[in-house]
């Protein structure tokens, strides 16, 4: 006698159509934001902390881990030390952090933020809205620039030290 499976149940074949739809989402999904990886990276001029307009092309030649971010994000405080420590390590190698604030609080909140965290790398304000040509789905997002200035790893969400530390060695080292 050939035995048939059984139909799944209620509860369970939902758990099954969920759990597929799920994968299919995860696995057609772009990871990585429209910045195209190898492509240069989109102009970029914000004011800094102290209103003096900065741009990216300031930092030709230089490696940069460009940072999204915002005072009220708890990803976003959790990678902080780490951020500190990776600008630390690596800026006399020809590495930089860019922080970007997307916080629509202003520029005093941002500050104080800043000063009370001891950020020692160049924060730049834009008013709460993602610059043009720069698509930030969610906080953090982070991009790794080369030295040519162009993208050569996205982040979106948050990730360990390790993780960037690799990716910058890997860019510093090109």
Avoid at 37 to 60: E, I, N, Q
Avoid at 79 to 88: C, G, K, V, Y
Wanted: aromatic share 8%; hydrophobic share 40%.
């Amino acid at each position: 006698m050939e035995r048939v499976p059984k139909p799944l149940e209620g509860w369970k074949a939902a758990a099954v159509i969920a759990a597929i739809a799920g994968l299919v989402f995860l696995t057609t999904r772009v990871p990585t934001s429209h910045q195209e990886l190898g492509t240069s990276a989109p102009a970029l001029s914000l004011p800094d902390l102290s209103g003096k307009p900065v741009s990216l092309s300031d930092f030709k030649g230089k490696v940069v881990l460009l940072d999204f971010w915002a005072t009220w994000c708890g990803p976003c405080q959790e990678e902080l030390p780490d951020l500190i420590a990776l600008h630390e390590k690596y800026k006399a190698k020809g590495f930089t952090m860019l922080g970007v604030s997307e916080d629509s609080a202003g520029r005093d909140a941002v500050a104080e933020f800043a000063a009370l965290n001891k950020i020692p790398y160049p924060i730049l304000l834009s008013g709460g809205k993602d610059p043009a040509g720069w698509d930030v789905p969610g906080l953090p997002t982070a991009f790794l620039i080369d030295r040519k200035g162009r993208v050569a790893r996205s982040y979106i969400g948050p990730r360990s030290g390790r993780e960037f530390a690799r990716d910058i060695e890997s860019v510093l080292g090109d």
